[in-house]
């Protein structure tokens, strides 16, 4: 029997074609299904929008505990051994690997070991004498490297930039020697940064380690073995320390 809206010769107008349901957020649905309800579902599913509330930042507990209770240990408490340098290596890594505006790179490492700590101690006596210091003053400039076992010195390289200021560079060498310190202790070495008096006299700077004029001392980091835990010392008061603003 002819299909409403047919004809049997079949020249009038051909049946509609059904086409799938539409749902709301304009998706198509299944073919077939079984009822409304089935549908209903599907739609909403499709559909709906999933609002997630931001989750909460991951703890890195160990890191977090060892920033809490780093201490550096006196450079006069480090005996050999040293770090070789293969375990230099991981620890100079990651004291690169530091804030550094314009990717400047303002900053480079000389690796001292034993057998050149008794030239910069001499350095640091002639140094001494030149300056008029006294011997309680060359006597401890030359300490850290009659006792030494192994030193980096962080050097600032100042890079002329448009962008980027001096002072800007100067800090980033500075977070160069504070992630070069922690790194040596998380590797667990005894490590200490010092400077000294000799590193900021540009004589010393240039005989013992051929420093360019855009070139100076940030720091100089002791690493061997610690021989004692020394005690802990007073911290700051956050409460003096810290201001709050939310206006």
């Given amino acids: 029997m002819p299909l409403p809206g047919s004809s049997a010769s079949g020249n009038g107008p051909r049946p509609r074609r059904l086409l799938p349901l539409q749902h ?6 299944p073919p077939a299904l079984e009822n409304s309800r089935q549908l209903a579902e599907i739609g909403s599913k499709r559909c709906k929008k999933v609002s997630h509330m931001p989750a909460r930042p991951a703890r890195n507990d160990a890191a977090l505990d060892f920033l809490l209770s780093r201490r550096s240990r006196p450079a006069k408490t480090l005996v050999a051994p040293a770090p ?6 991981p620890i100079l890594t990651a004291a690169a690997r530091t804030p550094d505006h314009g990717k400047l790179e303002p900053w480079r490492f000389i690796v ?14 002639a140094a001494g004498a030149r ?14 490297f009659d006792l030494g076992q192994l030193a980096v010195v962080v050097v600032e390289v100042q890079k002329d930039s448009p962008k980027i200021p001096a002072l800007e560079q100067t800090y980033s060498a500075g977070a160069v ?3 070069l310190l922690n790194a040596a202790l998380a590797s667990g070495w005894g490590a200490n940064w010092l400077t000294g008096w000799a590193s900021h006299d540009r004589g010393f700077c240039q005989a013992a380690f051929d420093l ?36």
């Fill in 112 to 125: 001292v070991e034993k057998p050149a700590m008794a030239r910069l101690a001499a350095l640091t006596q």
């Fill in 177 to 179: 020697c504070l992630g």
């Fill in 24 to 29: 709301k957020c304009g998706t198509q649905g």
């Fill in 84 to 89: 070789s340098r293969e375990e230099l290596l």
């Fill in 131 to 144: 300056l008029g210091k006294s011997p309680e003053d060359i006597a401890k400039g030359r300490s850290q």
């Fill in 212 to 247: 360019a004029e855009n070139e100076r001392i940030a720091g100089i980091v002791h690493i061997a073995t610690e021989s004692t835990a020394p005690p802990e010392r007073p911290r700051p008061d956050l409460e003096a320390i810290t201001t709050w603003v939310n206006a």
